[in-house]
């Protein structure tokens, strides 16, 4: 069973637009989220992570919003780049244990 | 240069025949993990360990055995693979306490 989905395969946008990444989740004991990105033949690196202590953390071109009473967490990318066409992968750390459940991942187009 | 990495990069063998995926990394990350990839699961955990000798099962454990007798090293084990087990496999690593992981650049496994 899928506790952390990302319910969009895929997503283009245009150069210079704002891209939004969904990510859901099922279980209230996560209480730390992340989103990484990955690029073709290699491994998911680090984006940008936020405790379920805060609703917003931002990060250059790069915010996450968590809405923790929906269950909710989305990445703002602003504007966005063709660099950043990649599969953008969420995932999240429960407070009871070292486990990381990652969502299925979205592939962003980002269009020149 | 501060990496994990992984070999072999690409491995096709037969059903049954005993092999091991090494994971190294040089940042003295006292967690590790293994994760594979699949199409439409995203990423799944394998295996990870907390520290030297300190291992623990993650979501999907079945068929694979890691250890832990160094801090760099965590190779993942298949003691007789099988045709299921074909996927994308990575390792990561991280500091303990810290939530964002390293990853390696994957190791592509298919059994025949």
């Known amino acids: 069973d899928q506790q952390v989905k990302q319910n969009s395969p895929s997503l283009s946008v245009q150069e210079g637009r704002i891209s939004i990444l969904n990510c859901d989740y099922t279980n209230s004991m996560f209480d730390y989220f992340l989103w990484y990105k990955k690029y073709p033949a290699e491994g998911p690196t680090f984006l940008i992570s936020?405790?379920?202590?805060?609703d917003k953390n931002e990060d250059g071109r790069f915010t996450v919003f968590l809405n923790k009473s929906a269950k909710h967490l989305s990445l703002h990318i602003v504007p966005s780049q063709p660099g950043d066409s990649a599969v953008y992968f969420c995932?999240?750390?429960?407070?009871?244990?070292?486990?990381?459940?990652f969502g299925t991942g979205t592939s962003l187009t980002v269009i020149p | 240069e501060a990496q994990v990495t992984q070999n072999p990069r690409y491995l096709i063998t037969v059903t049954g025949k005993k092999l091991t995926v090494t994971c190294s990394q040089n940042m003295n990350h006292e967690y590790m993990s293994w994760y594979r990839q699949d199409p439409g699961l995203g990423l799944r955990q394998i295996y990870y360990?907390?520290?030297?000798?300190?291992?623990d099962k993650g979501d999907v454990p079945e068929g694979y055995k890691v250890s832990r007798k160094e801090k760099r090293n965590f190779p993942l084990i298949l003691e007789s693979p099988s045709p299921n087990q074909t996927s994308l496999y990575f390792c990561?690593?991280?500091?303990?306490?810290?939530?964002?992981?390293?990853f390696g650049p994957g190791t592509r496994l298919t059994v025949t």
């Open positions: 990561a690593s991280s500091l303990a306490g810290a939530p964002e992981q390293y």
């Open positions: 936020i405790s379920s202590i805060k």
């Open positions: 360990s907390m520290n030297v000798e300190v291992t």
């Open positions: 995932a999240a750390n429960p407070n009871t244990g070292n486990q990381f459940y």
